[in-house]
């Protein structure tokens, strides 16, 4: 056998490749080709040679890396021969690699002879296209960069062109998975249908885009530009700006709710003391929301000698704008009181925009309307003195549904006429009833210069007068001397609940007194101050609520409202909680007849004015009850709406509810009465069969006895 010289040239080294297969083409393997040179004796060799080839991860010891490959019977011409060599793909992971070679020549078929290891092992080298081929770079940690030498992931490309994966298929499909997890996610072209799907494991289609730009969620054929099959939500601002429709119909015109119905107070200004410029005046003044002004109140004073006013409105600030209301109207003389000024065409106004109210005379004699000094209304002014404003209050009727879910304040109750002032005290109380279910945030008490306390404390209790459950108790600064309106914002304010009495109580703690402006006969209906049952304080209370929804109207007390109709698909489903165990005290509905015969069923039709300011009420016969009459058979159940007339005082509103239990009590007590009717007939019937069957018997006897004594004869 051939002992060769330990010399091994290495002649070339082929690239190690993995190719994507092409369609009618031959993919690339893993071989790598190896050509070397063997000399014996320093003379080439010209025979036949068996090989066999370790890679190994070091120069010297070291550790094998893969299996051995053995070739046999390789044809050695000149000292040249050329192997194959396939040690897998996963030998060459980017790590330097040593190739060993035994060697023994002349072939060996019975493969006895021990093989000759050549030294030192060949470092295994990438020719310069296999280190780094035109536009890919791979880092010294494995990172590959395309477009880039500072790769900063496992595979990181930059291209300002984009990046285009193209393949033969249908559907060329990037599949991404945890290598640990067998779900996945897809992201594929349907080319048939021109679409980018994405799906998951299950091959659900989980977001679609045609190439019109429609996008389906949740659907694989989206029939609008977004179309989610499922629930959705949105956590933020959703603006629109376009019509809503629901079951392909158009319900509104650029989200409006509903027709322009429902009036409720707007804007307020109802701070008095002076007195108008003779003849004319205007005011200027800004909506709160987008609708239409229903009416305007204005303060005629006991001075005004006139029977009779023009009223305008413009665009604008001043009477220069576009005109959009111009009437006139009758008014009591020397009223010393609010007046009602009642649009007939209501005109649109807009959020957040200045108009103005032109008052001008139109009596033989001048006209007294109150104003107040030190610009008491910030959105407007009165015309000839910024720091003057009129004693007004506006109405509007939105046309939109208003959702209330931020947290804001309304003006609940107030008191605001006087003509008194209380003498010198340390204490003094006034009841009211809340309008609203809320937070009482803020009272308000308009006090007397007699007032010589510089701090006082609030205190609300529930109920009429200082004897319920205290809810607040805060105090506060206050300037001695003012005649003028003081303010008490309330930290942690209390909770209130519609309907319900409370009573606001003022009291000294600095040993000095206060004053509290009073009206004698007080005309506050719900409630009364505490010097007289007949007296009224000044007073105003302002609760915060949130989460109240109107359709097609203010939502001012209730969680929903609506204006006018509403409906459902199906009768019945409308449900509320009964659980035995969230309820106590509880008590069988006894004398329902005789409750339900107290009251008074009514037909009716609505005024002209409510008719005006409600387009939701059509013409016709209504049937209800009167709800001041219901409230002295169910007071608990009847309410304010939060609504007002023209004279200020609040609409009630009215829970039929109750008809419906004792309707129900009602039957069940006529068919105790009825089981208890039939029982003693049933009784009084077998007492009647009873004696029927005695006097039968009896009957029997005598004829009986009779039939004898004739036979005896």
């Avoid at 190719?19 to 060799?45: D, S």
């Avoid at 200004?269 to 229903?294: E, H, K, R, V």
């Avoid at 009465?673 to 009957?699: C, I, P, V």
Wanted: include cysteine; hydrophobic fraction near 40%.
């Amino acid at each position: 056998m051939c002992k060769p010289i330990p010399q091994l040239g290495i002649m070339a080294l082929a690239l190690l490749l993995m190719a994507t297969p092409m369609i009618a083409q031959t993919p690339l393997g893993f071989e790598l080709t190896y050509q070397g040179k063997l000399n014996a004796a320093g003379e080439p060799i010209n025979d036949t040679a068996d090989f066999e080839f370790t890679l190994f991860d070091a120069d010297v010891d070291g550790n094998a890396v893969g299996s051995v490959v053995s070739v046999s019977d390789v044809l050695v011409i000149d000292g040249v021969f050329t192997v194959e060599l396939d040690f897998g793909v996963l030998a060459f992971n980017g790590d330097a690699r040593w190739l060993e070679v035994a060697v023994r020549s002349p072939h060996d078929p019975t493969d006895m002879d021990a093989f000759s290891t050549l030294t030192p092992r060949q470092p295994l080298t990438a020719t310069p296209y296999a280190l780094q081929t035109r536009g890919i770079f791979v880092a010294d940690d494995g990172d590959i960069g395309i477009g880039t030498e500072s790769p900063n992931s496992r595979l990181h490309v930059i291209d300002p062109s984009g990046i285009l994966i193209s393949s033969s298929t249908s559907a060329p499909t990037l599949k991404l998975r945890d290598d640990t997890d067998s779900d996945q996610f897809e992201i594929l072209h349907n080319r048939a249908a021109d679409e980018l799907r994405i799906r998951n494991a299950a091959f659900e289609n989980l977001l679609v885009i045609e190439k019109d730009g429609k996008v389906g969620v949740g659907t694989a054929a989206p029939s609008a530009l977004l179309d989610v099959n499922g629930d959705a939500r949105v956590r933020g601002m959703l603006d629109i700006d376009g019509d809503i429709r629901i079951d392909g119909e158009f319900i509104t015109d650029r989200i409006l709710l509903g027709p322009a119905t429902g009036q409720f107070l707007d804007q307020v200004q109802a701070d008095g003391g002076g007195q108008s410029p003779p003849n004319q005046l205007w005011q200027s003044f800004t909506p709160s929301i987008n609708g239409q002004l229903s009416q305007v109140d204005i303060f005629i004073r006991g001075t005004s000698a006139s029977d009779s006013i023009n009223f305008a409105v413009f665009a604008g600030e001043g009477p220069s704008g576009s005109p959009l209301v111009d009437t006139s109207f009758a008014i009591p003389v020397g009223l010393g009181d609010w007046h009602a000024l009642q649009v007939s065409d209501l005109p649109e106004l807009t959020a957040g925009e200045l108009y103005t109210i032109v008052i001008a005379n139109a009596g033989a004699d001048d006209m007294s309307l109150s104003v107040a000094f030190g610009d008491p209304y910030p959105f407007g002014r009165i015309s000839g003195n910024a720091n003057v404003d009129l004693r007004f209050r506006s109405y509007m009727t939105p046309n939109a549904a208003i959702v209330n879910d931020a947290p804001f304040i309304v003006s609940d109750q107030f008191q605001e006429s006087a003509n008194f002032f209380s003498p010198p005290n340390s204490s003094l109380w006034q009841s009211f009833r809340a309008d609203y279910d809320g937070l009482l945030a803020k009272v308000e008490a308009r006090l007397h210069n007699s007032t010589t306390s510089s701090q006082v404390r609030i205190r609300i209790y529930e109920g009429q007068g200082t004897g319920g459950s205290q809810i607040k108790s805060q105090t506060f600064d206050i300037t001695p001397g003012v005649t003028d309106w003081v303010e008490f914002p309330l930290t942690n304010p209390p909770v209130v609940q519609l309907g319900q009495t409370y009573t606001m109580r003022i009291e000294t703690t600095d040993g000095n007194d206060i004053s509290w402006l009073f009206e004698n006969p007080g005309t506050y209906d719900d409630g009364r101050g505490s010097t007289n049952v007949d007296n009224d304080f000044n007073f105003r209370t302002h609760v915060q609520q949130r989460g109240l929804l109107g359709i097609g109207r203010p939502a001012l007390v209730n969680t929903l409202e609506v204006e006018g109709s509403a409906s459902k698909s199906t009768a019945g489903d409308w449900r509320a909680n009964s659980d035995r165990r969230i309820k106590t005290d509880i008590e069988t509905i006894t004398g329902a007849l005789d409750t339900l015969d107290r009251v008074r069923l009514v037909s009716f039709e609505y005024t002209d004015d409510y008719q005006r300011t409600h387009a939701g009420v059509s013409d016709g016969r209504y049937l209800n009850v009167i709800a001041q009459e219901f409230a002295e058979v169910f007071p608990d159940h009847v309410h304010s709406s939060g609504e007002r007339l023209p004279d200020g005082s609040t609409i009630l509103q009215v829970d039929t509810y109750p008809l419906t239990i004792y309707s129900a009590a009602a039957i069940q007590e006529l068919r105790h009465q009825t089981d208890k009717h039939l029982a003693k007939k049933d009784a009084e019937l077998e007492s009647l069969r009873q004696e029927n069957a005695e006097l039968a018997a009896r009957l029997a006897k005598i004829e009986d006895m009779l039939s004898q004594s004739n036979h005896g004869k």
